[in-house]
């Protein structure tokens, strides 16, 4: 008797604790959920429940539009996880825009996610992007390519090797 009241009481409270971590969750930005997904990241929540409650219930087009407004594709691949690439690829599949503006934090420059990975120098992220359709001819605000701007950036800084990002736009 008391094993089942015991054995009922830890099932109550582990229900109890899903609950009330399911409702801090639906709170959360979609950008939050995204951190919160990747492992060391701070939150109290767990990666693995953050990342699946991200993908089972955030892919909802009103989620899309937020992040699409905040950054994009290119804060999801901002991440240094391995597994950002399944993650982008959901997002993109759910109607996250690979090819949309993104607007720099102060000012009116716009950028693209490509701009952005090469910026960045992120070949893999690069790589990515145009398998999902990235436009590498689509010029940002300045009026230059990712290309472009890689080319400059590898004249500004000989130190830092582009090479790979320079070929992957070719």
Do not use: W
């Amino acid at each position: 008797m008391i094993k089942r009241l015991l054995s009922g009481l830890v099932i109550l409270t582990l229900v109890s604790i899903s609950v009330l971590a399911l409702n801090s969750m639906r709170q959360y930005r979609v950008q939050q959920l995204i951190l919160c997904s990747e492992p060391g990241n701070g939150f109290v929540m767990p990666a693995p429940i953050c990342r699946q409650y991200l993908l089972h219930f955030r892919m909802e087009p009103a989620d899309i539009q937020q992040l699409q407004a905040d950054g994009g594709i290119a804060f999801v691949l901002q991440s240094e996880h391995p597994r950002r690439f399944e993650l982008a690829a959901r997002f993109l599949a759910s109607g996250l825009d690979v090819n949309a503006d993104i607007r720099a934090a102060q000012g009116e420059r716009t950028y693209t996610a490509l701009h952005s990975a090469v910026i960045l120098n992120q070949p893999e992220n690069i790589a990515f992007l145009l398998r999902h359709g990235a436009d590498k001819s689509k010029p940002n605000s300045e009026g230059e390519t990712p290309a472009q701007v890689a080319e400059q950036l590898q004249n500004q800084r000989p130190g830092e090797d582009r090479s790979a990002v320079i070929r992957a736009l070719r």
